[in-house]
T-cell receptor, first 112, second 112 residues
Framework: TQLLEQSPQFLSIQEGENLTVYCNSS?????LQWYRQEPGEGPVLLVT?????EVKKLKRLTFQFGDARKDSSLHITAAQPGDTGLYLC????????????FGTGTRLKVLA | DTAVSQTPKYLVTQMGNDKSIKCEQN?????MYWYKQDSKKFLKIMFS???????INETVPNRFSPKSPDKAHLNLHINSLELGDSAVYFC???????????FGSGTRLTVV
């Protein structure tokens, strides 16, 4: 069974601090996505990474796909209260029917 | 508005009842999904349909029966509801060949 473990599970930081969220697996994924989910809403796609070692930036967010396509990280610079939410990584399987396996989630709270 | 729409948003029902959740997307996508998010925010795929054809069935009890009357709709019927069915159910869609999912805002099902 493919699993994606995220760490930390919970994170509470002050506005202006930097943070990194990790998404790890022993399985290889053909691509990996990061989503942010706010209370009462569905996950919203932030980024898709496809190539091992790929780095993508979205304003203050930097996403990296591991060289072996088994892990990923999300780094937020100078966090703001608007970054508060549940962050989910999701890996696309490389065998069988194409589907996404979601990570265990990281709940981020940024305090003003 | 172009979106994935789910109804109802909230559903409270007694054990043993049968209920349905409806999902519609007007994005022109050809693949639709049902996901279940538990109390720990873990998001797990249940079913996937492509052009009205079932392509993923993730070991879900047969009390759950998805129905796709056309590629814009994917409904979920649940028989003999149990306490453990309480969760938030998300519908999602995408175009085959494109990685991005678009999620609905969820249906919070509470079985009492």
């Amino acid at each position: 069974t493919q699993l994606l473990e995220q760490s930390p599970q919970f994170l509470s930081i002050q506005e202006g601090e930097n943070l990194t969220v990790y998404c790890n697996s022993s399985s290889v994924f053909s691509s990996l996505q990061w989503y942010r989910q706010e209370p009462g809403e569905g996950p919203v796609l932030l980024v898709t990474v496809v190539t091992g070692g790929e780095v993508k930036k979205l304003k203050r967010l930097t996403f990296q796909f591991g060289d072996a396509r088994k892990d990923s990280s999300l780094h937020i610079t100078a966090a703001q209260p608007g970054d508060t939410g549940l962050y989910l990584c999701a890996g696309a399987t490389t065998s069988g029917t194409y589907k996404y396996i979601f990570g265990t989630g990281t709940r981020l709270k940024v305090l003003a | 508005d172009t979106a994935v729409s789910q109804t109802p948003k909230y559903l409270v029902t007694q054990m043993g009842n049968d209920k349905s959740i409806k999902c519609e997307q007007n994005l022109g996508h050809d693949t639709m999904y049902w996901y279940k998010q538990d109390s720990k925010k873990f998001l797990k795929i249940m079913f996937s349909y492509n052009n009205k054809e079932l392509i993923i069935n993730e070991t879900v009890p047969n009390r759950f029966s998805p129905k796709s009357p056309d590629k814009a709709h994917l409904n979920l019927h649940i028989n003999s509801l149990e306490l453990g069915d309480s969760a938030v159910y998300f519908c999602a869609s995408r175009i085959q060949g494109v990685l991005n999912h678009t999620f609905g805002s969820g249906t919070r099902l509470t079985v009492v």
